[in-house]
T-cell receptor, first 110, second 113 residues
Framework: EADIYQTPRYLVIGTGKKITLECSQT?????MYWYQQDPGMELHLIHY???????EKGDLSSESTVSRIRTEHFPLTLESARPSHTSQYLCASSGSPGAFFGQGTRLTVV | DQQVKQNSPSLSVQEGRISILNCDYTNSMFDYFLWYKKYPAEGPTFLIS?????DKNEDGRFTVFLNKSAKHLSLHIVPSQPGDSAVYFC????????????FGKGTKLSVIP
């Protein structure tokens, strides 16, 4: 069974605050991803990593940043949250074609 | 420009009947295709996949068909159950080990008891 965890599940935060969305996986996968999804829309890749100290931006431009200091951990940070950042953020990892997803973080910036 | 298209935003099917969800793609470099099921406020759950070297893959009630010449794939669910009601996403990846997925916008399936 896939073990990939995201915290928090839901977050409501004020404009200008710094936030970090946590993502951890216990499968030892080198490849990890962050996707963003708005209601009724496709999932868009915003960041990916192919291993420790490797991070790249995805297809959708995002003001967020990521880090990969440990294989199992791939946090996403927003330095100054804005209402336009309101969305669902999904973390995934893969060791083969396809990916396992976490349960997501629903972020609301007010 | 959308590389993976799911042109039906929604589909309603009677319980016990067949559900057919369709997906078209434009990028001929895609060589691996997947279907995910997603409930609101949850992450997508992997359902079934197919490699471009095959034209059919079956797993229980779920079958995926791939027509490479038409750049089209479909997911068949037989028989449909109320618990199948969810949003279904088609996704594709190109090889070379990147495993990055390009998603369609999803089709919301409602199975009516």
């Amino acid at each position: 069974e896939a073990d990939i965890y995201q915290t928090p599940r839901y977050l409501v935060i004020g404009t200008g605050k710094k936030i970090t969305l946590e993502c951890s996986q216990t499968m030892g996968h080198d490849k990890m991803y962050w996707y963003q999804q708005d209601p009724g829309m496709e999932l868009h890749l915003i960041h990916y990593s192919y291993g420790v100290n490797s991070t790249e931006k995805g297809d959708l431009s995002s003001e967020s940043t990521v880090s990969r200091i440990r294989t199992e951990h791939f946090p996403l940070t927003l330095e100054s949250a804005r209402p336009s950042h309101t969305s669902q953020y999904l973390c995934a990892s893969s060791g083969s074609p396809g990916a396992f997803f976490g349960q997501g973080t629903r972020l609301t910036v007010v | 420009d959308q590389q993976v298209k799911q042109n039906s935003p929604s589909l309603s099917v009677q319980e016990g009947r067949i559900s057919i969800l369709n997906c078209d793609y434009t990028n001929s470099m895609f060589d691996y295709f997947l279907w995910y099921k997603k409930y609101p406020a949850e992450g997508p759950t992997f359902l079934i996949s197919i490699s471009s070297i095959k034209d059919k893959n079956e797993d229980g009630r779920f079958t995926v068909f791939l027509n490479k010449s038409a750049k089209h794939l479909s997911l068949h669910i037989v028989p449909s159950q109320p618990g199948d009601s969810a949003v279904y996403f088609c996704a594709a990846s190109s090889g070379a080990g990147s495993y990055q997925l390009t998603f369609g916008k999803g089709t919301k399936l409602s199975v009516i008891p």
